[in-house]
Nanobody
Framework: QVQLVESGGGLVQAGGSLRLSCAAS????????MGWFRQAPGKEREFVAA????????YYADSVKGRFSVSRDNAKNTVFLQMNSLKPEDTAVYYC???????????????????WGRGTQVIVSS
């Protein structure tokens, strides 16, 4: 069973940056493809970014491509989401996800894997 704990959320002005972290435990982190999803108030949870377990592949939602980047440190069992040029529409709870089925990813979306963190709130003020 994989446990995921996100951190790094907060309040930032439009145009600013934040880096989210997701610490994993309880599984073989290096073997999991990892992802980030987000859920804004009144909206469904949506895909943001994903990274293959080998770090050899990435997917990004069209809305964040060029502004967000995902990375991982397998030695620390941690995945990161660097968010630059933030916009008010990026306001959401951001969730870390583990176990994505990479073969199901296409275009600008990946279906989530089985493991979720509890989320971290990001608020972007205009």
């Amino acid at each position: 069973q994989v446990q995921l704990v996100e951190s790094g959320g907060g309040l930032v002005q439009a145009g600013g940056s934040l880096r989210l972290s997701c610490a994993a435990s309880g599984g073989t982190f290096s073997g999991y493809s990892m992802g980030w999803f987000r859920q804004a108030p009144g909206k469904e949870r949506e895909f943001v970014a994903a990274m293959h377990w080998s770090a050899g592949g990435f997917y990004y939602a069209d809305s964040v491509k060029g502004r967000f980047s995902v990375s991982r440190d397998n030695a620390k069992n941690t995945v990161f989401l660097q968010m630059n040029s933030l916009k008010p529409e990026d306001t959401a709870v951001y969730y870390c996800n583990a176990g994505l089925l990479w073969s199901s990813c296409s275009g600008y979306v990946c279906p989530p894997g089985n493991y979720w963190g509890r989320g971290t709130q990001v608020i972007v003020s205009s």
